[in-house]
């Protein structure tokens, strides 16, 4: 059962216009939530998280929304650059687990 | 930033056979380490959460007999899938638990793509 939804496999944006990568999850016991960007060959590396506190958290070019009556979280980057092009994968965790429940990821293209 | 390598990167093997991967952690200690597995189209999906010194907690439907999961030092985890077969064939990846123990220091490594004949 998956618990975490990232329904579009793969995004391609313009350089220097906004990317948007949307995320849904059922489970309602998830408190925290976190974005990890994976380029070929290497691990997911952490990129910025959110908790269910906070409806917005903001780390220069990436900003993280969560809207808990909808379940939904979306990561915007703005601008978008080259550089930004990977595998985004999204995952949510419950106060005091160590499971951390991913998402299926969606490969962001910026176009030069 | 912290560094979680895993080795091999890439294994072929026969169905029946054994194979070990190991997941260190090159620039800290790591108490704690997770397994996940991830099959094409599909999510990381964690199979265990390894502690030093101590056995394995397997997730619901993992089994434990058949992923044998040793944390015998503070940098080094290792993955034995025993008597592999086809069905076995995944991406395995290991996490290491940094300082402040965190979900944002949870670190991972690149994988390990095993193919069962």
């Known amino acids: 059962d998956q618990q975490v939804k990232q329904n579009s496999p793969s995004l391609s944006v313009q350089e220097g216009r906004i990317s948007i990568l949307n995320c849904d999850y059922t489970n309602s016991m998830f408190d925290y939530f976190l974005w990890y960007k994976k380029y070929p060959a290497e691990g997911p590396t952490f990129l910025i998280s959110i908790s269910s506190i906070k409806d917005k958290n903001e780390d220069g070019r990436f900003t993280v929304f969560l809207n808990k009556s909808a379940k939904h979280l979306s990561l915007h980057i703005v601008p978008s650059q080259p550089g930004d092009s990977a595998v985004y994968f999204c995952?949510?965790?419950?106060?005091?687990?160590?499971?951390?429940?991913f998402g299926t990821g969606t490969r962001l293209t910026v176009i030069p | 930033g912290a560094v979680v390598s895993q080795h091999p990167s890439r294994v072929i093997c026969k169905s029946g056979t054994s194979v070990k991967i190991e997941c260190r952690s090159l620039d800290f200690q790591a108490t704690t380490m997770f397994w996940y597995r991830q099959f094409p189209k599909q999510s990381l999906m964690l199979m265990a959460t390894s502690n030093e010194g101590s056995k394995a907690t397997y997730e619901q439907g993992v089994e434990k007999d058949k992923f044998l999961i040793n944390h015998a030092s503070l940098t080094l985890s290792t993955l034995t899938v025993t008597s592999a077969h086809p069905e076995d064939s995944s991406f395995y990846i290991c996490?290491?638990?940094?300082?402040?123990?965190?979900?944002?220091?949870?670190?991972f490594g690149p994988g390990t793509r095993l193919l069962v004949l």
């Open positions: 995952a949510a965790s419950a106060t005091g687990a160590n499971n951390l429940f």
């Open positions: 996490s290491a638990l940094g300082e402040p123990r965190r979900q944002e220091t949870q670190y």
